[in-house]
């Protein structure tokens, strides 16, 4: 943590910019994470106790499914077609955000070790003589950046794969749904589908 600090205290507007930068991405990763997989896991809930009903033969969506919307047009394949292009998009918002801060943090603390490292040597050409004792901690503390730059990514790419998995199985039972919906196509009696809400 010292290494830390120090590397801030010393390290001028630059590293502040990096760090501000990495926080800032780090913070983000997290939010996204835990929102995104607590909406996505509710969401998946409900879908799957429609399409339970549906495999029992119930002729009942439930209103906080995606397809309800779609039962009420008359041109029902096409709009069942629609609804899960919408529905995966809503499932996958987000994500390539996470995949720009696990690809970009490393280079960004990388950015930030560079910019350390020159402003040593830059220092050491002043001096008279020049040491592995005053060069390795130096170079120590620019490491610092490289670190927390990693530190950021991993989250972000873990959390890219986890939610696009949820994501995948999310539209996987919203697939299964419109396939039964497709088999048993609504017959109108008296100008009412067989589909309610």
């Known amino acids: ?102 690809s970009t943090a490393p280079f960004i603390g990388l950015f930030g070790t560079i910019v350390s490292i020159l402003k040593t040597f830059a220092e050491l050409g002043n001096a008279k003589t020049a040491s592995l004792t005053i060069i390795a901690p130096a170079i120590s503390e620019a490491l610092v950046v490289t670190a927390a730059g990693i530190f950021v990514a991993i989250p972000a790419y873990t959390a890219h794969v986890l939610l696009k998995r949820k994501a995948y199985e999310l539209l996987s039972v919203i697939q299964r749904e419109i396939e039964l919906l497709k088999v048993a196509t609504p017959r109108t009696e008296m100008g009412t589908k067989k589909y309610e809400f």
């Open 1 to 102: 943590m010292d290494m830390f600090f120090s590397y801030i205290a010393e390290g001028g507007i630059i590293a502040i910019v990096v760090f501000i930068w990495l926080s800032l991405y780090f913070i983000s990763t997290i939010w996204i994470w835990v929102s995104r997989y607590l909406a996505l896991n509710s969401w998946e809930k409900s879908e799957k106790s429609s399409l339970e009903s549906l495999l029992r033969g119930v002729p009942k969506i439930k209103r906080s499914s995606i397809l309800s919307k779609c039962l009420q047009n008359e041109e029902l394949k096409t709009s069942l077609d629609i609804c899960k292009s919408v529905a995966e998009k809503k499932a996958t918002s987000h994500l390539s955000f996470l995949s720009v801060v696990a």
